[in-house]
């Protein structure tokens, strides 16, 4: 069965700092992967998503993300946070061939700091 | 209207009761998702609909839940027999088509079972 791990419950940075989350899944073959952002009052939003080609995929709000096969890994970075990306981050794959069954990680708490 | 619209935002229910949650997904958008949420996980995929039917209900935890969409637009989600195991966010999304992986979620119906 597939699965998403997200090490790390809750991450504090200051704004203007770097930021990864990490993201680890397991999977029998290679599966789309997909980060999403929920602010509060909001619905899930896709940030970006990496189905094949180049590995390193950008997505919008100055995200991006590196799948590492080896490491079956998808981590998301940002060169530099602002006040307003403090939400809750939830990596995801899905099967080929069906991939609106996303499974999801338990997601990542994100506080920015003034 | 703009985005996904669910209702209602809170339901709370006993022990025994019959729920229904609304859905009304983006106009067009032929493809019509149910996910749920529960306090500290990520969304777990319930069911899907292309159009009017039902084309994976592989999620559904048990015959309790049960989900329509007459018209191939809004949807209902209805339980049966509500158990304080239930009490979850459920969350509905819609997309154009099921494969391109970005569904665009509404911002959830939370339901507590007393």
């Known amino acids: 069965a597939q699965s998403v791990t997200q090490p790390d419950i809750h991450i504090t940075v200051s704004e203007g700092a770097s930021l990864e989350l990490r993201c680890n899944y397991s999977?029998?073959?290679?599966?789309?992967l997909f980060w999403y952002v929920q602010s509060p009052g909001q619905g899930l939003q896709l940030l970006l998503k990496?189905?094949?080609?180049?590995?390193l995929v950008q997505g919008i709000k100055g995200f991006e993300a590196e799948f590492k096969r080896s490491q079956s890994s998808f981590n998301l970075r940002k060169p530099s946070v602002h006040w307003s990306d403090a939400a809750e981050y939830f990596c995801?794959?899905?099967?080929?061939?069906?991939?609106?069954?996303?499974?999801f990680g338990k997601g990542t708490l994100l506080t920015v700091n003034p | 209207g703009a985005g996904v619209s669910q209702t209602p935002s809170n339901k709370v229910t006993e022990k025994g009761k019959y729920v229904e949650l609304r859905c009304d997904p983006i106009?067009?958008?032929?493809?019509l998702y149910w996910y749920r949420q529960s306090l500290g996980q990520g969304p777990e995929f319930l069911i899907y609909?292309?159009?009017?039917?039902?084309?994976?209900d592989s999620g559904l935890p048990n015959d309790r839940f049960f989900a329509v969409r007459p018209e191939g637009s809004v949807s209902t989600l209805k339980i049966q027999r509500t158990e304080r195991g239930d009490s979850a966010v459920y969350l509905c999304?819609?997309?154009?088509?099921?494969?391109?992986?970005?569904?665009?979620f509404g911002e959830g119906s939370r339901l507590t079972v007393l």
């Open positions: 995801a794959v899905g099967p080929r061939g069906s991939n609106y069954k996303l499974t």
């Open positions: 609909f292309q159009g009017t039917g039902a084309a994976d």
């Open positions: 990496y189905f094949s080609g180049d590995t």
């Open positions: 999977y029998g073959a290679t599966p789309y």
């Open positions: 999304a819609s997309s154009l088509t099921s494969d391109t992986g970005e569904l665009f």
């Open positions: 106009s067009g958008h032929t493809a």
